[in-house]
């Protein structure tokens, strides 16, 4: 929102969302007073903030500095009610505060506190000897203000736009659920959404924008079908899609695996950390010579519609180069893109769940320094491309085992070995010590060796992407299978450096040698495959000076030889092209003051059905704990939003009010809607629900919100450190 840099704007924008915040609770404490007033119970406080009184205005008394409750008190000790009612005609009986913690505010009714439910009065205007339906009107009117301002918000938003990704499909991953699902009741239609198809219901519903598809599909009943309504140019009539949502292993959420659609247009800013990061995956997908505001215009001379063009032309490319032109300040330039072999998925464990692994009939490289980061992205004596021999007591870690033991010794002293060099000039053994930061990073941006090495991790369990979707759709943990590489590799780090005639510089290169290796094999018919193999062993040099190195036949079943054979092509870096371009955005506005009205009101409902239906997906399973937000992560990710501008900011607010509204009236003692629960009692049974039972419920309500409250903190600060 705030267009300044660095740590200042980041704080700036937390001071906006905390003041806004603070706003939806004061309109909430507003509704309870109003409704308050209106019934006659005698209002004690309202105020603006908590802690410690700043100043307070009474009427009959006038503005005080702190307050001036005590005065009151002390006149009002000890009178009838004829007295009292004339010393209510002189001052007010309710102070207006302004205390020093402006974050919401609170109301002070006679005879009513929620944490003390001992606190009662027996005078007329109390909140005891007030009739029930009124208090369940007071008790209700916090949440109806937040729904109203929620919808006022929502009203304003839409009549003024707000920028938005398109309801459109990017890029689809193959053979996820978004690319077979099946048209219903349409013969003509191949099975598959297609890129550029725009959504425009989800199980019935109307999608606005991208970010409405991504929580109906997670909010959607596990193992159930959803139905996606889709226009697709040239089809006269809308297509009805079936798809099975799938469990996405880095969130834990329902998806269909799409992303937004995406510009030609690299992003752009000024910040040279982020020019090097943008130079480095530009790198990591054959464009070196990428730089910041730079536009992709033509593949091979044809025009470019979108970047994931390029993803297109890599898997029909057959192995060929082809030509990228790029246009840079009304000029033009063309560089030649490589197309590399795919690489099989899969899922591992980890000790925090599953995690996805490019590999190659189990192997798999292993954890290096980005050899497209800049030197100066390089810190304690490492060096872009050195590949990670050791770390800690860890021989040659993944990605993964790496960062963990790295943050593992935060604060902490760490010996690394990392190799520097190639496979043609050969590699040195360099030992450092380094210092680990606090947060738990030593200085280098990590890669994977797969594409960049043919060092090998040690051997793995995995699971298909299949079979783990299966496993999913069964209710059942997905099976962890042997893989041919656990009887090939003996040594974690061993280098692959020939299969067969063919040499091998990368692991990239191991499929396409394994297959022309069994070509005239295969062809006859064989079920079975003897594979010369000659590793690099990670052992100490010979005294001759050579490296010691191993020649054996890998034995590989049909099967496998099937699995990579079926493999194509794909860019150098994968499919993940999408961060290094701008999103294609537009204005979500309504057309008319009465249509941002209705939308308004629906949007205020969408959002309150799926606050309930997230608790409901909680018990189903389909949702975790952790995928939940507290303060802390509330307001992290509104400190994000409040930089994509004002509007983002009276919709993440009006996002925040429902939400609140929904959670208040929640059948939970010390919330309103377990106040309203005993309201029902009382109504039901003609007298409240015994004094020893509140408290009891109290406490429980109490402990209950702690614990939740403790727990979402917990990982709300462990995600934004990235631990």
């Known amino acids: 929102m705030f267009d300044l840099p660095g740590p200042i704007g980041t704080f700036a924008n937390f001071l906006v969302i905390a003041a806004g915040f603070g706003f939806i609770i004061f309109i909430h404490e507003l509704g309870h007073f109003l409704a308050a007033k209106w ?16 100043c307070s205005y009474r009427k009959g008394v006038g503005f005080r500095r702190g307050s001036s409750e005590r005065e009151y008190l002390k006149r009002a000790k000890g009178l009838n009610a004829e007295q009292t009612q004339e010393l209510h005609n002189q001052i007010s009986p309710t102070e207006y505060r302004l205390s020093w913690l402006p974050l919401g505010g609170y109301v002070k009714m006679l005879g009513q506190e929620d944490l003390n439910p001992d606190a009662t009065s027996s005078e007329p205007d109390s909140y005891q000897n007030c009739s029930v339906p009124k208090r369940m009107v007071v008790i209700c009117a916090g949440v109806v203000m937040n729904v109203i301002s929620a919808a006022i918000l929502f009203i304003i938003v839409f009549n003024a736009g707000l920028k938005v990704f398109p309801a459109k499909a990017g890029y689809i991953v193959q053979d996820g659920p978004a690319a077979i699902a099946t048209a219903v009741d349409r013969d003509d239609i191949e099975p598959g959404l297609q890129r550029g198809d725009r959504i425009t219901q ?16 997670a909010m959607s009943r596990k193992g159930s079908p959803v139905s ?16 099975l949502p799938v469990k996405n292993p880095m969130t834990g959420l329902l998806g269909i695996q ?29 464009l070196p010579m990428l730089q910041p505001e730079d536009r992709l215009v033509e593949i091979d001379g044809q025009p470019m519609r979108s970047p994931f063009d390029l993803i297109d032309k890599a898997e029909q490319s057959g192995g060929n180069p082809f030509s990228v ?9 063309t560089s030649q893109v490589s197309p590399v072999r795919e690489l099989q998925l899969g899922q591992i464990s980890t000790g925090d769940g599953e995690m996805a692994i490019a590999h190659t009939l189990g192997l798999a490289g292993v954890m290096m320094v980005n050899p497209n980061a800049s030197p100066e992205d390089t810190k304690q004596g490492l060096m872009p491309g050195d590949v990670f021999a050791r770390v800690g007591d860890k021989a040659f870690p993944s990605v993964d085992e790496g960062i963990t033991i790295v943050k593992a010794n935060a604060g902490k002293q760490l010996t690394l070995e990392v190799l520097r060099g190639n496979p043609e000039s050969g590699y040195e053994r360099v030992n450092l010590e380094v210092q680990v930061t606090a947060s738990g990073t030593i200085g280098f941006y990590p890669a994977m060796s797969t594409g960049h090495s043919s060092f090998v991790h040690k051997p793995i369990k995995i699971a298909s992407i299949v079979e783990r979707g299966e496993a999913e759709e069964a209710d059942a943990k997905p099976k962890h299978l042997d893989t041919p590489a656990m009887t090939l590799i003996e040594y974690p780090g061993s280098r692959i450096a020939r299969i067969g005639d063919t040499p091998i510089t990368t692991l990239r290169d191991v499929a396409g040698a394994i297959v022309a290796a069994t070509e005239a094999a295969y062809d006859s018919g064989a079920e079975s495959f003897a594979v010369p193999v000659t590793l690099q062993l990670p052992l100490p040099v010979q005294p001759d000076g050579s490296i010691p190195t191993t020649t054996s036949d890998w034995t590989l079943s049909r099967a496998d030889i099937d699995s990579l054979r079926e493999l194509g092509w794909t860019l150098p870096g994968g499919n993940a092209i999408s961060q290094l371009f701008v999103p294609e955005q537009v204005i979500d506005r309504s057309p008319s003051p009465v249509a941002a009205i209705e939308r308004g009101i629906a949007e205020s409902r969408r959002v309150m059905m799926q606050t309930y239906l ?12 952790q995928h939940l937000k507290g303060p802390v992560g509330i307001a992290h990710l509104g400190t994000q939003i409040a930089s994509q501008g004002f509007i983002w900011v009276l919709f993440f607010m009006a996002l925040i009010s429902i939400n609140l509204a929904v959670i208040n009236f929640l059948p939970l003692p010390i919330v309103d809607g377990g106040q309203f629960l005993m309201l029902c009692y009382e109504g039901l049974r003609g007298r409240p629900v015994p004094i020893v039972i509140q408290n009891v419920a109290t406490m429980a309500g109490l402990l209950l919100i702690g614990c939740i409250f403790l727990f979402v903190t917990f990982n709300d600060i462990k995600n934004i450190l990235g631990v």
Request: aromatic fraction near 8%.
């Open 39 to 54: 019934a006659g119970i005698r209002v004690l406080a309202f105020s603006i903030g908590f802690g410690q009184i700043a």
């Open 202 to 217: 989800i199980n019935g519903k109307k999608m606005y924008s991208f970010e409405h598809i991504m929580p109906e599909i």
């Open 228 to 243: 996606i309504v889709v226009e697709r140019e040239g089809v006269e009539q809308p297509i009805e899609f079936s798809a």
């Open 258 to 286: 799409i992303d937004p659609p995406i510009t030609t247009q690299i992003k752009t800013t000024d910040d040279p950390e982020l020019v090097r990061q943008i130079s480095m995956l530009a790198g990591e997908f054959g």
């Open 325 to 333: 032109t790029i246009e840079r300040a009304g000029s033009t330039l």
């Open 614 to 625: 997230t608790f409901l997906r909680l018990f189903q399973g389909s949702v975790q704990v």
